[in-house]
């Protein structure tokens, strides 16, 4: 193959990967929204809804503000998007096998994870409106808080694979998963793809106490992209938690490839009962918990990592 | 080809962005459960515009503002309504008997299909003052950082805590903010995400005939079945609990709260209860609501605010001067802990007591008019809680982080038709 | 990759760059200015990881995210410029600039130029990256050992400042300037 042809049947690749992890996230919410609620669940307008309210949002046009920052409001979407392909990529699939396996995969990823703040804050900040634009501010303090022990609880990951490489990591669990290596990772890791992604108790930024803070102002196409950004970003989110902490492709009897769908399908599920069983943390309460709880956490399970290493 | 993606945007719950105007605000609450429709937070993210209600004198230019914020293409259902901004809409009218929610489903549809044409704006697309072309950058200014830009003030300079001088953003929220009542007008500065004054602009939502009267201001005037006042009770707080549980982000257990309110029997406190433990389990109580410090603490204790005021250390129910209430063993939930939580919790205890009290009254009445305890507080003609609680707002939410400040706004309860219907007591 | 897409990322890269470093000069806003130099520091970070530095280059655009946003916000803060889109003037002295401008882009330029251009090819990213490990726990290690501890220290110093209970008491007391003399504040 072309060069060329690689390229797009990569990209073409990530994208069908992250539409459908997206739609299973989506679907999941709906199904864990309704238990909980105690209603019926509507198997086939479950399905379709996705799909309709895809149609809705391209039927419906778009609004503006009064002097937004129009480059702006259309970068940060395609940003968060651009974020979550950029961490798919590095996703293995099979014993060496990803569509791109650099050196330092792990500093990719967390380059990625670093930018989500960039993206969210643009988001906020470009509409040039009020509640956007306390969103955005609010993510600068959740984004901040977070950084350290997502690296240090990444790190930890890296310490068995003497490498950076998220194939080597996954190589690394081939007999024990660093979910049992480093219990301590793991919910740390999830703590911080909540916060990520924004998602249930850590929907900081778009939450309900700003009847949707960044995407206020969004209408039309352009929240629908919003909303399947940070669909794809937990899905990215989920996919490589599974890869560094659930042994990614390892596992008996099913193929490598079924094993990451399952380990991202589980962790996914994780996310979508925490929309809905937890409360939105107070901001204030999070940045503590992150400097002052999860730091020391994630620095004692690195501690703890390199010391069985010894 | 188009039309098949039109009929298939068709088959999509219809988002609706509604105003609840007077006495209508559990109706709209209710359209939370319809299946077709969902409620949004944002005009921005409807499709159609619903207005439940008569809406007051003020809120008439508001609503049109709200009309001119949904994109293309729009349309609105006054729902026995007919405010006078929205008065050239061309909406579709809906009498106070019809369904809302089929209403609103053959509206969307025909929108979506393109059988209906979307609505235009109401209001001029005007800059607030004249700016154009004035300034290096043509913003309406001068300097460094241009003076009025596009005619606005710039924000102020303001102390925070550390000694510094930083903005100060003012922000107004309402009358139609989602989480806070519709009616309701705030100012507020902020520097970065803490309140640092408050000002309530507006508490209007109509008229007092169209708020219409609760079984509470009705025991002002005449004696009222217990039962009927305490089961009205525990659907009130279950009512608040819904709004309040969505506030935090819960919009499922939201849900159960609002479906526990239309379907709870008498006796039943047990199914409270439960509800109260799956409340306590999503770590609301831990991690989502705010602290109260005694000096705010000391304002509530003493301000009759009913589960506001027990909650912060108050004892006064006025349910203890009537003869009825005692012969029932009634004693008010008291001691439930510190913060807003405490507040949740006195609400939830409410609630199970109503519905054991309910239970046991039999076909008891009230003994005393004059005064009533709403879910609110005190009641007397002319001397409503929400009114009441409205003057500590500002006390209450200055220097409190945003979200902090709405979830202690929300602890308050506020019922503007309460207010209003109060009002209208006095003058008749 | 091939030599061609290499040049051609360069280009790309350096394009970007370029541009965006001046458009950190040419905008109206601080916020955008803060964006386009990080835009720049990208492309700058994307330049270091075709020369074979990886590592570096990736760190240098994972670290610039959160510096950037920091420095935007901060700045909007000072500047009672609500959100940063009021347009302002983002050049201050322009004469002084320009000639300190001309003079230390004459200078690094006559460096380049001057300096020998070493042929060595660029090493496997992999092994840079081990040097670099070697190196922080090597001969540097007194160096970065003492960075570390001093910036650990003003992260513990940043969050004691920032604590509910900061340094002018209970954050939910309000937000009210500090009396300028102490006793002032005891006797409020």
Excluded at chain 2, 274 to 284: D, K, N, S, W, Y
Excluded at chain 3, 61 to 89: D, R, S, T, W
Excluded at chain 3, 145 to 157: F, R, S
Aim: proline residues 6%.
């Amino acid at each position: 193959m072309s060069p060329l042809l690689e390229v797009i049947a990569a990209a073409a690749a990530v994208a069908g990967l992250l539409a459908v992890g997206a739609l299973a996230l989506a679907i999941g919410d709906g199904v864990a929204g309704a238990v909980v609620a105690g209603r019926p669940i509507r198997v086939l307008p479950l399905l379709t809804a996705p799909v309709a309210r895809a149609m809705l949002a391209a039927r419906t046009g778009s609004t503006t503000t009064e002097r937004p920052d129009g480059a702006g409001r259309a970068v940060a979407p395609a940003l968060l998007a651009g974020l979550a392909a950029l961490a798919m990529v590095l996703l293995p699939l099979g014993p060496g096998v990803a569509l791109a396996d650099p050196d330092t995969g792990f500093v990719v990823y967390s380059a990625a994870v670093a930018f989500v703040m960039i993206a969210v804050f643009l988001h906020g900040w470009s509409p040039n409106s009020t509640l956007p634009l306390h969103g955005a501010y609010r993510f600068g303090a959740v984004a901040l808080s977070f950084q350290i022990p997502f690296l240090l609880a990444m790190l930890a990951t890296a310490l068995p694979a003497q490498s950076l490489s998220i194939v080597r990591i996954v190589e690394a669990q081939a007999g024990l998963w660093n979910v049992v290596r480093e219990p301590l990772g793991l919910p740390i890791y999830l703590v911080v793809g909540l916060a990520v992604g924004f998602w249930g108790p850590l929907n900081l930024p778009d939450g309900d106490d700003l009847a949707g803070g960044t995407s206020a102002e969004d209408a039309g196409w352009a929240r629908w992209l919003w909303q399947v950004a940070r669909l794809s970003m937990l899905v990215a989110v989920a996919a490589l938690g599974a890869a560094a902490f659930l042994g990614g492709y390892f596992g008996p009897i099913l193929p490598g490839p079924l094993w990451v769908a399952l380990k991202t399908g589980l962790l996914l599920a994780v996310m979508a009962g925490a929309q809905h069983l937890l409360a939105r943390v107070r901001i204030e309460r999070f940045v503590g918990v992150a400097w002052v709880l999860l730091v020391p956490l994630a620095l004692l399970n690195v501690f703890v990592s390199g010391a069985f290493l010894l | 080809m188009t039309s098949v993606f039109h009929r298939m945007a068709a088959a999509a719950d219809a988002p609706v962005f509604a105003l609840a105007g007077a006495g209508m605000r559990w109706a709209v609450q209710d359209l939370l459960l319809a299946d077709g429709i969902t409620l949004v937070d944002s005009p921005r993210a409807a499709s159609i515009l619903l207005v439940a209600g008569e809406l007051g004198p003020r809120l008439g230019e508001a609503a049109a503002r709200v009309h001119d914020a949904l994109p293309h293409p729009r349309a609105t259902v006054l729902w026995a309504s007919a405010p006078d901004g929205l008065a050239g809409a061309g909406a579709e009218r809906i009498g106070p008997d019809a369904d809302p929610v089929a209403a609103t489903r053959a509206v969307f549809r025909d929108l979506v299909l393109g059988g209906r044409p979307s609505e235009p704006a109401l209001l001029p697309d005007v800059d607030p003052a004249t700016w154009r072309g004035v300034g290096p950058y043509g913003q309406g200014g001068s300097g460094m950082t241009g003076g009025t830009p596009y005619g606005r003030p710039m924000a102020e300079l303001g102390p925070d805590r550390d000694g510094l001088r930083l903005d100060v953003l003012p922000t107004r929220l309402g009358p139609f903010f989602a989480p806070l009542p519709a009616g309701l007008e705030l100012d507020l500065r902020v520097s970065g995400d803490v309140v640092v004054e408050a000002r309530v602009t507006g508490s209007e939502v109509g008229t007092s005939e169209a708020a219409g009267g609760s079984a509470f201001v009705r025991a002002l005037t005449q004696p009222q079945s217990i039962a009927d006042l305490e089961m009205a009770r525990a659907r009130a707080h279950l009512r608040w609990a819904a709004e309040a549980l969505r506030l935090q982000g819960l919009r499922a257990i939201s849900l159960r709260a609002l479906e526990l309110a239309r379907t709870i029997a008498p006796g039943d406190s047990a199914a409270v209860g439960r509800f109260a433990t799956a409340v306590q389990r999503t770590g609301v109580y831990r991690w989502s609501l705010p602290n109260v410090d005694d000096r705010r603490r000391s304002l509530l204790a003493d301000a009759r605010l009913g589960p506001v005021s027990r909650a912060c250390g108050g004892v006064d129910d006025e349910r203890l001067a009537d003869p009825a209430y005692i012969a029932l063993g009634f004693a008010p939930i008291t001691d439930v802990g510190d913060g807003v939580a405490a507040v949740w919790r006195a609400r939830f205890g409410e609630a199970s007591q109503s519905v054991d009290l309910a239970s046991r009254a039999g076909s008891a009445v009230t003994t005393v008019t004059g005064t009533t305890e709403s879910p609110r507080g005190r009641i007397a003609l002319g001397d409503a809680p929400t009114a009441r609680a409205l003057e500590f707002v500002p006390a209450l939410v200055e220097g409190l982080e945003w979200g902090d400040a709405l979830a202690t706004i929300a602890a308050l309860d506020l019922d503007l038709d309460e207010m209003a219907a109060l009002a209208g007591v006095t003058a008749a | 990759m091939t030599g061609a897409l290499i040049d051609l990322s360069f280009a790309a890269f350096s394009l970007v760059a370029i541009v965006a470093g001046v458009r950190v000069f040419r905008t109206d806003s601080m916020v955008r200015a803060a964006f386009y130099l990080l835009a720049s520091f990208a492309a700058t970070g994307g330049i270091m990881v075709l020369l074979g530095a990886e590592f570096l280059g990736m760190v240098l655009i994972l670290m610039m995210a959160g510096e950037m946003l920091v420095m935007a916000i901060v700045m909007v803060m000072y500047m009672m410029n609500p959100a940063g889109l009021n347009p302002m003037v983002m050049v201050h002295q322009p004469r002084t600039a320009v000639v300190a401008g001309v003079i230390a882009f004459l200078a690094i330029a006559g460096v380049g130029l001057s300096g020998e251009v070493p042929s060595r090819p660029a090493p496997d990213p992999a092994a840079a990256t081990a040097e670099l490990g070697r190196e922080l726990l090597g001969n540097s290690m007194l160096v970065f050992q003492t960075a570390g501890v001093t910036l650990l220290a003003t992260m513990v110093g940043a969050i004691a400042i920032a604590a509910p209970r900061g340094r002018h008491g209970d954050a939910a007391e309000g937000s009210e300037e500090p009396g300028l003399q102490p006793d002032e504040e005891a006797s409020a």
